[in-house]
């Protein structure tokens, strides 16, 4: 009976190890996958949207800057603006988007400072040409 027992332990802790194994390789395989569609994402045609070959699945990089700064001029790219939310008049964020206004808050505390913000403004002249 012993001897049964002991097999018994020995198939169960082998299958248990096998299933594992198995589990191990698809969660790793799933990881690689997910990553290879990311990068393809990133390389691939801008998505959505786009202004001068810039999408909403683009990464911003010193390298978009400068294609950026070419194609509208040098003093086109601002970078480090102020960001402000408010719109129309006093209150209308606290009114009617009260979310928009915390953040708006939060983005320019403490008032009455002028706080910049890492972002990119471009901006043109109608004698850019395209």
């Known amino acids: 009976m012993a001897f049964l027992k002991k097999k018994k332990i020995h198939f169960i802790s082998l299958l248990l190890s096998v299933i594992g194994l198995v589990l191990i390789v698809g969660v790793v395989n799933q990881c690689k996958t997910k990553e290879s569609n990311e990068t393809q994402a990133e390389k691939g045609e801008p998505e959505g949207i786009t202004f001068l070959s810039v999408g909403e699945n683009t990464r911003l990089s010193s390298e978009i800057r400068d294609q950026l700064r070419d194609k509208l001029g040098p003093d086109s790219v601002e970078n480090w603006n102020t960001l402000d939310l408010t719109l129309n008049r006093k209150g209308f964020l606290e009114t009617f988007f009260p979310e928009l206004h ?3 808050k939060k983005l320019n505390f403490p008032v009455g400072e002028r ?4 972002t990119i403004k471009l901006s043109t002249t109608s004698k850019t040409r395209f």
């Open 102 to 104: 915390e953040l708006n």
């Open 115 to 118: 706080i910049e913000h890492n």
